[in-house]
């Protein structure tokens, strides 16, 4: 017998890379939150700097607004200078951890066994991890979009368990799609959704795939997110500079359901 489709809730994310103070963090989380407090629609995070992670944490308090750091470090503690380790995070008030972003594979060398490790270690300490894939213009061109993002699904995802698959979400970022102001279509993001879907049922399990969050990211504004959200199989978006100014990301936040 078919099983219903379990509704995902919605998630809005937005990521402010290596952007705003401590100061500047506060603030724009108490401008942000009158502007969201009745969006209960959604669930909606924000991903700011390591140094103002706690800050923001406590900013948050009493609002739907919860914190993710950027990134972190596999081991819980070591000589790993400039590193921060997950449990370190969590204790800053983070309840999520971005991992893989394409600035760190392409700018710093990360690899998808590193992102593997790092998920494993987010979980570990309670954090849910948003691992991000996707491919280069050159990539896409030359067609190659699905044995690139593929690849990365299997590498960065290899280990979890469907338990832990269930704590997890996808951000699908088209890297030619970010910071350029030109979005993937809703077709083409729903396209690569739906594959990203397909290959979770197939590692994992078709229910474990039914319920993954898949979020979209590349140059997500308040003008396009009604279209991208429409689709059957984005979840949610991961936004970079239109979350950096209050009532554009609100005005993500509540888009048309
Ligand atoms: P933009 O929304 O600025 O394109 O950035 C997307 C992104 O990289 C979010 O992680």
């Known amino acids: 017998m078919e099983s219903p489709t379990p509704s995902r809730r919605p998630v809005i994310a937005g990521n402010w890379k290596m952007h705003r103070t401590v100061r500047e963090s506060v603030e724009l989380i108490r401008q942000l939150k009158p502007l969201v407090e ?3 629609h959604c669930d909606i995070l924000v991903a700011p700097p390591f140094t103002a992670l706690w800050s ?3 900013a ?3 609002s739907p607004i919860a914190i993710a750091a950027q990134d972190l470090h596999w081991e819980s503690q070591g000589a790993f200078t400039g590193e921060v380790s997950p449990g370190m995070v969590a204790e800053a008030g983070c309840r999520y951890a971005i991992l893989g972003h394409s600035e760190r594979r392409s700018l710093f060398g990360e690899t998808s066994r ?3 490790r790092k998920a494993e270690a987010a979980l570990e300490a309670g954090l849910n991890p948003i691992v ?3 491919e280069q213009l050159s990539e896409r061109e030359s067609g190659r979009t699905e044995e690139v993002v593929g690849g990365q ?3 960065s995802l290899a280990g979890l368990t469907e338990d832990a698959l269930s704590r997890t979400m996808i951000a699908y970022e088209p890297v030619w799609a970010i910071g350029t102001g030109r979005a993937a279509t809703p077709e083409m993001a729903q396209g690569v959704h739906a ?3 397909g290959l979770a049922a197939e590692v994992f399990s078709r229910q474990a795939a039914e319920q993954l969050p898949i979020l979209y990211g590349g140059s997500v504004k308040p003008e396009n997110v009604d279209g991208l959200m429409a689709r059957a199989d984005i979840d949610g978006a991961l936004v970079g500079g239109a979350s950096l100014k209050a009532e554009s990301f609100a005005a993500i936040v509540n888009f048309q359901t």
Do not use: D, K, P
């Open 153 to 155: 699904f299997r590498q």
């Open 132 to 134: 991000c894939l996707g």
């Open 195 to 197: 594959f990203i879907r």
């Open 56 to 58: 923001a944490a406590r």
């Open 60 to 62: 948050a308090e009493g």
């Open 114 to 116: 590193a992102v593997s």
């Open 38 to 40: 009745a969006s209960r």
